[in-house]
Every structure is written in structure tokens, then in C-alpha cells.
């Protein structure tokens, strides 16, 4: 898939998030570079999250190469566990829980980062998104160590099911066209009353400077 070249990121708020159960520390929004409903934003902890489907084929070491100035992932990092198990505390996830509740939810959430058709892994016993994680550096085809990656799904062989939401092992898969998770800051524009509340604190210094004249 092509991509427009990364420049500033200009975000619109889109009126509904991922399905089932938006939570309000999580909200879906547009980019400017990859389309509509393409990033996840973490409120609580101020980060932004890609959508996992657009990293297919590149692989950890191509999403390095185009996060620099010009590429595609400019702005964007490889995102740690840390930040992937933040984001579960955001959206009120556990790893392991057998509430249904969260279990729909972190489906919601595996089916927004893996769209219908893309990215979503299915083993013998579980259901879920997965991507590499920063924390264990670059993978390579030669056999050097393996990356962790993150899960997150539902683990189906026992019962009752349970959340599959953690960092895991990785290894005896070809690096090149692994999904990345990817992280970024967020880029929260000042709310409306911030800055009609800061023209009236102009004004009102304007008077001041008037009557004291």
C-alpha cells in the first residue's frame, strides 16, 4: 500500500471509535498520511497508535528505515511493551480476564488495528493481532535473536475464554513482513474555550492598560 509522505500531521476527531464499547480514554481518529480512522489515541497516557494493517510488509527493520526525515513513518516509533500494556490499562483491559465484557472489547479493538482480511493471527488456540515490539531490537532472517511481539485477542481453548492481551516470545518467522506496532505522541490541538478564554484575558489587559494611562 502507498503512502503519502509524512508532513504535519493534521488530525480530525472522528465521531465514533472502534466497536464493540469505545472507551473514554480511547478515541479513533483520521491522519492526514494514512486515511481515515488509521490511528488509535491513548487520552490518558498522550500517545497515538497506527493501525497495524498499514505496516504489512515492511517489517522491523523497513519501518526504521522510513522513520526518518521523508519516510513514511516519519514521527512514528516502534512501540515498546510499556506502551502497549498502557494502552490495555487505558482501555480497561486485562490479560487473562474471562469477563465477557473484555473480551468483546479487546476483539473490538484486535478487529480495528487488523481490519477484516489483514493481519490477524489464528493458531490452534488463539485469535489475536500481533506485532513486534521494540524491546528486544532488530530481527533478521540469519537466526539472530527474535524480537518480543504483542498480542491482543482472545484465547479460545479453554473455558470460559479469556483476553490474550500481552508481550510474548517471537521467534522461528521471517522478520520481513511482520506487522509493527507503532507509537507516536500525541499532537492534542488547544481546545476552543482555551483560546476564547485567552482573548478575553487579553482584552481585559487591554482595558487595565487603558484606564491606567
Not at 43 to 62: H, Q, V
Request: aromatic share 10%; net charge negative; with cysteine.
Amino acid at each position: 500500500m502507498k503512502h503519502v509522505k509524512t508532513t504535519a500531521a493534521i488530525m480530525a476527531i472522528v465521531a465514533t471509535g472502534f466497536t464493540p464499547g469505545t472507551q473514554a480514554a480511547t478515541i479513533v481518529i483520521d491522519d492526514i498520511n494514512f486515511g481515515a480512522a488509521s490511528v488509535l489515541r491513548d487520552i490518558d497516557n498522550n500517545r497515538e497508535f497506527l493501525r497495524l494493517d498499514l505496516t504489512m510488509g515492511y517489517g522491523y527493520n523497513g519501518v526504521l528505515a522510513e522513520s526518518g526525515a521523508g519516510g513514511i513513518f516519519e514521527g512514528w516509533g516502534v512501540a515498546s511493551a510499556a506502551d502497549m500494556d498502557a494502552l490495555g490499562v487505558s482501555a480497561g483491559i486485562t490479560h487473562g480476564s474471562t469477563d465477557v465484557a473484555q473480551i468483546a472489547l479487546v476483539e473490538g479493538m484486535r478487529d480495528w488495528f487488523c481490519p477484516t482480511g489483514t493481519c490477524v493471527n489464528l493458531s490452534s488456540t488463539h485469535e489475536y493481532a500481533r506485532g513486534l515490539v521494540s524491546d528486544a531490537g532488530p530481527f533478521y532472517d540469519s537466526g539472530e535473536p527474535s524480537l518480543l511481539a504483542f498480542s491482543m485477542g482472545r484465547r479460545f481453548n479453554v473455558t470460559p475464554e479469556e483476553v490474550d492481551f500481552r508481550t510474548s516470545g517471537f521467534g522461528a518467522y521471517s522478520h520481513t513482513n511482520e506487522e509493527i506496532w507503532m507509537v507516536r505522541p500525541s499532537a492534542v490541538p488547544v481546545p476552543a474555550a482555551v483560546w476564547l478564554f485567552s482573548s478575553g484575558l487579553v482584552g481585559l489587559i487591554g482595558i487595565a492598560r487603558r484606564k491606567s494611562a
